[in-house]
């Protein structure tokens, strides 16, 4: 998940990253407290998750629930059976929630629409066809000049 000034860097990982890793993520915008959010999943694959170089708060599924997500070197306290978890705080399989940390070792559940997330490789299609005279403008000034030799 990323948030505040991390947005302006996932541009520029964006930017950068291969079309192989773009394919393997997915991507949901929301407005989940005080700021706009942007949280980043794997999409299913045989292949061990990619190591991202991002500012971002990373997450891991708890108790196998395919929809619930705590942060990476967390635990829940008291320990709950996983039902109670699932009932509790991933009730509605329509939904991916996370578990946002504050300082004070609580945390605040939030959550998106599971159909919100898309292929991050589409959401790059989308900024070059909108951007397009900007990219071709980036384009023709990158272009080199070689003299014959």
Same mark, same amino acid.
């Given at each position: 998940?990323?948030? @505040? ?27 989940? @407290? ?16 990619? &190591?991202? &170089? ?41 939904? &991916? ?5 504050? @300082?004070? @070792? ?44």
């Amino acid at each position: 998940m990323l948030r @505040g000034p991390a947005l302006d860097q996932f541009d520029a990982f964006v930017r950068s990253a291969d079309k192989q890793l773009l394919a393997r993520l997915a991507f949901a915008v929301g407005d989940n @407290g005080p700021e706009k959010c942007i949280v980043l999943r794997v999409r299913p694959s045989k292949l061990p998750a990619p &190591v991202l &170089v991002l500012p971002a708060k990373a997450f891991r599924t708890y108790f196998k629930l395919p929809n619930l997500f705590l942060p990476c070197g967390t635990q829940l306290h008291p320990q709950l059976h996983r039902d109670a978890v699932r009932t509790l705080l991933a009730n509605d399989p329509e939904r &991916v929630t996370w578990l946002y940390p504050h @300082g004070d @070792g609580t945390f605040t559940p939030e959550s998106l629409p599971d159909a919100a997330f898309r292929p991050l490789a589409d959401w790059v299609d989308y900024v070059l066809n909108r951007d397009h005279v900007a990219l071709e403008a980036w384009v023709q000034a990158a272009r080199f000049d070689f003299e014959p030799s």
